[in-house]
């Protein structure tokens, strides 16, 4: 196991090594102190940030991800999605999906650029990197990051750019503590309420609120195909599908990141591959605890 130096960006990117470190080293099965030497930190001081921001020890998470690999090798030779039909996390409850109601702009809002659309926007710390939270008088409208990741979009300025063009025509107010309460109920695993549930509002084409609202049944601990994808919303265009889950403006909430390519290769992810395991790891982790 190389070990590496802690780059500036505080627990999150911490976190973030940690992640990254046990996700290719797990055969290795490697201790604690092991952990914590190769990201410069004292065992107690990675244990006690590790698990107040993913819910969840560094051991836990290595036992998670063992058990998912585990499980890929046992269906080796069965496709992927039916392995993780038949392999799945046992009871994955849907803890995040579940607690998420969501509806759609008029198609004519997206047409028009958004044109009348009113959002306030605001940067929050979260559990896999600095968050961009957008919100319209309805509900969430979109969730994206902003600090360097390796592949990923770069600072807070490039990432407002790039989602702003999704809807170029709005008015755009940047209010913090507007959003904020968005931002804490999406990644604060004690605000998932079925009796209260997060309300967002998909704003594109008619196609891609359809493969959305298809990656919405994507529970924790699962994954699935873009052919599969495609066929659940009866759209038998992988390319197409492709196309509109990497449009999604709602990350991690419409979680987009469940979806990999047939072979079993996690494929792109605009937010970059790293957010993309770490994401898969976490929700595999919740997953077995229920």
Known sequence: MSYIDIESGGDYQTVRRVIELISENWQDQPELDEIAHAVGRSPTQLQKTFTRWAGLSPKAFLQAVTLDHAKRLLAQNVPLLEASHELGLSGPARLHDLFVTHEAMSPGVYKSGGTGLEIRYGFHDSLFGRALVMVTERGMAGLAFADRNGD????????????????????YFEDAAFTAPYASRSFNRARWRADEPLRIVMIGTDFEIRVWEGLLGIPPGKATTYSALGQSVGANAPRAVGRAVGRNPISFVVPCHRVIGKSGALTGYHWGLTRKRAMLGWEAGIAGMV
């Open 152 to 171: 990923g979009v770069g600072d807070e300025a490039a990432t407002l750019a790039d989602m702003k063009s999704r809807w170029p025509n709005a008015r």
